[in-house]
């Protein structure tokens, strides 16, 4: 599914800092990983590396055998999905919930010009926001940045899977959740 080998990444091109050495990784279909470390061990860059943010100093990046070590960032995105440690990342505050779920639906396709929402939408968005259980359904119209950290970061998860994606990246995505 997703394979990493030797991945190597330096911050201030020529110092001896690593931030990541020799990294493999192999991960089947199915399989959940968990990355744990203290606070700057390269967690996040590791993270951000396979979506594309940070280029490889050295090494490779394989999903299902297509090297996308080269890959823009936003080529990358329509495999991915991705909820960050910060839930105010992920969603875009002065948009309307309805038009943040819209675009996480549309990630990776081409989008012409025509209407952005459909009713059939709009109703499967409000399904999906009432198993959050937040009330999120009476409130689609509302700019996502009035939401609460943990609305958001429930918002964030939703729009990561709203399409199935390869491979799903989550960065301390619970810290904002209520336990509940």
């Given amino acids: 599914m997703i394979k990493l080998e030797n991945i190597n990444k330096t911050y201030n091109n020529g110092s001896p800092l690593h931030v990541l050495k020799g990294i493999d990784?192999?991960?089947?279909?199915?399989?959940?990983?968990?990355?744990?470390?203290?606070?700057?061990?390269?967690?996040?860059?590791?993270?951000?590396?396979?979506?594309?943010v940070y280029p490889l100093d050295s090494g490779t990046i394989e999903l299902d055998g297509e090297d996308i070590s080269r890959l823009s960032e936003p080529k990358r995105a329509k495999y991915l999905g991705r909820v960050f440690q910060d839930p105010m990342r992920g969603t875009a505050a002065d948009m309307q919930i309805e038009e943040n779920l819209a675009l996480a639906k549309r990630r990776g396709q081409r989008r012409g010009l025509r209407w952005g929402i459909t009713k059939d939408e709009r109703a499967e968005y409000a399904e999906l926001l009432k198993r959050l259980d937040l009330g999120l359904e009476t409130r689609m119209q509302a700019k996502v940045g009035l939401l609460s950290g943990g609305q958001r970061q429930a918002l964030t998860l939703l729009m990561a899977t709203l399409t199935n994606p390869r491979v799903l990246l989550l960065d301390e995505h619970t810290a904002a959740l209520d336990p509940k």
């Avoid at 991960?27 to 993270?47: F, H, P, Q, R």
């Fill in 25 to 52: 990784l192999d991960v089947e279909k199915g399989e959940l990983v968990s990355i744990m470390g203290a606070s700057g061990s390269g967690k996040s860059t590791l993270l951000n590396m396979i979506a594309g």
